[in-house]
């Protein structure tokens, strides 16, 4: 007799994205593994979003959405975590969707490694924005009339009219083989290693399935509320409670590249949120995982160009710009001297040493 499955939540925060929902929450109930509880945690959206959820919850008895005050995507995770009743969770943004094997092949490597995290690689995806509205249009005659099947409808559309660009897919390249050219496991210390190193890991919270007690472990783990980059605050906390964490080399999460993104909009104070979060992390590594400090500060380092990057004049981000470099100038030897850090990293950290406003005007080309 087969040993039965355990329950495993995917939590999707939903705000404002009624153009791209229907396809998100179709991807997630057509997954292969049996044994799913779906929470939609609508945070206060002011469009069709909340209605378009309670169809699929009353098409779907796995469904079950939760509505609430706009408290952010930080607050409507949080909340999906309180009211989870998996065994693991698994996190997918509302403007992106999986692959039907998604959590199958995530929990596969967990049930074979014994592992608390499973990481996937992820495919970027684009669209125009004349496509978002057609679909957004007949979203609303359909959820209007309420007598057609927005789930078939919607599917078809945005299928036929979001592409993919292969040249965007992140496979992880596996090292430590365990399986096939597919797989790498790590223990807590070399998993944080790759982490830092962004080594074929990205701190998201997307892209991977995590066992639910890692939450609550030695101290308790929330996305911090208000905040931007979020995943960043937690996501080390999280690997550092894990004993084994597993990364598969096949691409499963598909990421929506929205124009009205906030991180691909053009510089935003909020944004500094991110080098506040690096910094916590090398302080974490500082007590905890000394050997571990250069990986952090790496981290920190690409952080910290990455929003030098963004800010398009220095004149008007004129604080911004100056902590950013003072960030950079502190840190750039280290990195320097580091092998172990990316190499563009120690490219930005040596051309800084002759001329910051150089680098940042060159990383605004690249960008």
Not at 179 to 204: C, P
Not at 354 to 366: G, H, M, P, T
């Amino acid at each position: 007799m087969k040993k039965p499955k355990p329950l495993i939540t995917v939590i999707v925060p939903v705000y404002n994205v009624e153009n791209y929902i229907a396809r998100c929450i179709d991807s997630v109930l057509a997954q292969t593994y049996p044994d799913l509880e779906v929470l939609l945690v609508d945070d206060g959206s002011t469009d069709l979003s909340g209605a378009l959820c309670d169809q699929f919850a009353q098409k779907d008895a796995r469904v079950r959405v939760i509505h609430k005050e706009n408290g952010g995507l930080s607050d409507a995770r949080n909340t999906g975590m309180r009211q989870a009743a998996g065994k693991y969770f698994a996190f997918v943004d509302s403007d992106d969707y999986i692959a039907k094997d998604y959590i199958d092949y995530l929990y596969g490597m967990i049930e074979k490694h014994h592992a608390q995290i499973a990481v996937c690689g992820y495919q970027k995806v684009y669209s125009s924005d004349k496509n978002a509205k057609n679909i957004a249009c007949n979203l609303k005659k359909v959820c209007k009339k309420k007598t057609q099947n927005i789930t078939s409808q919607c599917q078809e559309k945005q299928d036929s009219d979001i592409p993919i660009n292969k040249n965007n897919s992140y496979r992880n390249k596996a090292e430590n083989h365990n399986s096939a050219d597919s797989e790498s496991v790590y223990n807590t210390e070399e998993g944080l290693r790759h982490l830092l190193y962004q080594r074929g890991m990205i701190s998201s919270a997307w892209g991977r399935l995590f066992d639910a007690s890692l939450f609550t472990s030695s101290i308790e783990i929330f996305f911090p509320v208000g905040k931007l980059h979020e995943d960043v605050a937690v996501m080390y906390k999280l690997f550092e409670a894990a004993d084994v964490i597993v990364r598969g080399n096949e691409a499963k999460y598909y990421y929506f590249q929205r124009s009205d993104s906030i991180v691909n909009q053009q510089f935003d104070r909020r944004r500094m949120d991110y080098i506040t979060f690096t910094r916590e992390c090398i302080e974490f590594m500082e007590a905890h995982y000394p050997k571990l400090c250069r990986a952090a500060v790496s981290r920190h380092f690409s952080a910290c160009f990455e929003l030098l990057s963004c800010i398009d004049d220095n004149k008007r981000y004129k604080k911004e710009y100056r902590q950013l470099a003072s960030e950079i100038k502190t840190y750039r030897y280290t990195v320097l001297r580091d092998s172990n850090a990316r190499l563009k990293n120690r490219l930005a950290a040596a051309g800084s040493c002759v001329s910051l406003a150089l680098v940042w005007k060159l990383s605004r080309i690249v960008s």
